[in-house]
């Protein structure tokens, strides 16, 4: 894209102003209306596009600042709170594990890891979207970039099993061979493990700060320990289910066996820094688990996997320096996140929480939590990017779910885990849909149409029998 789309950046500087002129509601303090003019203003570029998001989140920075919203009169505890989110922890959680994911890049282990389930695997079609799958599992503990563990190492591997068996993105005629389900498969089971895991997209501990603001704590272990039974029976149906819905025309391939051996043997052996990287890994994820024991919060234990992979010269500082997905994220993250927690702050969240509630409350919680998760999950067709749709949404629906009276802890999970599966709806629904879609292999209306089916599957899952285990461990 343009660095910079004039046009768009006029359309949403008009919008922002309107919201700021309009007179602020009764019960809504000034500073408070005046910082959701410059959210959603923000929101609404980074939709249209109007600045890359980095650009955007400066620009938002920069007006809270200017403005003195969130401290009026005192300009310099005004730049002060518009930085503040710059050291949360979580912010820094996601920075620095996409530093550990360029580890997995650059020794190989991922690549690796994706051909050795191949070779097992990869008798059939179906065994190569389930290959795949289980590489992307294994690998999206620690890759909080779902983008670059989809596009960066399971789509290359994928698209080179496609052609392989001659289903070409330039022959549209071939596409179904092969190509088309595998793009479908490795996309949609990508977004079901960026749910699995707090670390799974970058998207999930924005959850995670926003759910604490309204003092519900998740920890990376409740995370994973309430999506590992809705992920797992995901895992196993989603690629069956679009097999059946969506099949490749090619059954047998038992030439992609011999294709990721002769890729392993030209791999070689394990590396050393392959070894260290796999050490490194194993360390994140006991930590990660063991974290609510030790008392070692997920940050720190970040922290330890970079200083690891550091002082082992797996990465070296000018990979660090050189990451710039990683450097991207906290620029625009932090700034989402800083507005985001600031609204909660000033009250506007607890008020429009309890207009809401006004409108609805009197339904009772069992009725109400469908209707949010339904209207949050759907309203995804009008983003074209998860962590503005989690920005945007995810504090309000859950301040409103809350004070009607749906369980915390399920509610703020539900929500968290529709952050990655909501994707599967448009081919713009998040990060990795461009590089599946760029492919070619599926044109829109199949991609639609597949992805309306998979959106009732995964609802069913997700929240039906997932609904079922929530209630078996106590999340509600």
């Known amino acids: 894209m343009q660095e910079v789309n004039y046009k768009m950046l ?21 500073e408070a209306w005046h910082l959701l003019a410059i959210f959603l203003a923000t929101i609404l570029g980074i939709i249209l596009k ?48 996409f530093f550990i994911a360029r580890g997995f890049i650059k020794t190989g282990l991922g690549s690796r890891i994706a051909y050795l389930f191949i070779r097992v695997f990869g008798r059939s079609s179906l065994g190569l979207g389930y290959g795949l799958g289980l590489a992307d599992l294994v690998l999206a503990p620690a890759i909080p ?8 190492i399971i789509y290359p591997i994928m698209k080179s099993m496609a052609i392989n068996f001659g289903s070409f993105p330039d022959k549209e005629e071939t596409h179904r061979k092969l190509g088309a389900y595998l793009s479908l498969s490795s996309y949609n089971v990508n977004l079901i493990t960026s749910s699995m895991f707090l670390t799974g997209t970058a998207s999930n501990p924005m959850c995670q700060k926003f759910a604490a603001d309204l003092g519900i704590q998740i920890t990376w272990m409740s995370w994973m320990w309430a999506a590992i039974v809705p992920g797992i029976i ?6 069956y289910v679009l097999y059946k819905i969506y099949p490749p025309e090619i059954k047998v391939t038992q030439g992609a066996t011999k294709m990721a ?79 985001g927690s600031a609204l909660n702050t000033l009250g506007l969240i607890p008020w429009l929480s309890n207009v809401v509630k006004d409108q609805i409350g009197g339904l009772s919680w ?9 209207v949050y999950f759907y ?33 703020a999970l539900s929500l968290g885990f529709c952050g990655g599966i909501f994707g599967t709806l448009t081919h713009y629904g998040h990060g990795p849909a461009p590089v599946f879609f760029g492919s070619t292999y599926v044109d829109v209306k199949d991609w639609w149409s597949k992805g309306f089916v998979l959106s009732i599957i995964f609802l069913i899952i997700w929240i039906g029998i997932g609904g079922l285990w929530w209630k078996v461990i106590g999340v509600f």
């Open 379 to 411: 309203s995804h067709y009008l983003f074209a990017s998860a962590t503005a749709h989690v920005a945007s949404m995810y504090a309000a629906f859950l301040g409103v779910g809350v004070i009607i009276g749906i369980p915390p802890m399920l509610l």
């Open 50 to 97: 109007a600045a890359p998001m980095g650009t955007m989140s400066m620009i938002a920075i920069a007006l809270v600042a200017i403005t003195g919203v969130l401290a009026p009169g005192d300009p310099g505890k005004a730049i002060s709170l518009a930085l503040s989110s710059f050291g949360d922890k979580v912010i820094w959680l996601i920075g620095i594990s």
């Open 145 to 152: 970039s779902n983008t670059a563990r989809g596009g960066g």
């Open 261 to 339: 051996s002769d890729k392993l043997k030209e791999m070689g052996k394990v590396s050393t820094n392959e070894w260290l990287m796999l050490i490194a890994f194993v360390i994140l994820l006991v930590l990660w688990v063991s974290g609510d024991f030790f008392k070692i919060d997920a940050t720190t234990t970040a922290f330890i996997g970079l200083v690891f992979l550091l002082l082992s010269r797996v990465l070296t500082w000018e990979d660090v320096k050189s990451e710039k997905g990683a450097w991207d994220t906290i620029v625009w993250f932090s700034a989402l996140v800083m507005m």
């Open 366 to 374: 069992t009725m109400a939590f469908p209707i949010i998760i339904l």
């Open 234 to 239: 995901s895992l196993i149906l989603i690629p």
């Open 10 to 30: 006029l359309i949403t500087l008009a919008f922002g102003l309107i919201i700021w002129f309009i007179p602020e509601p009764e019960g809504v303090k000034a």
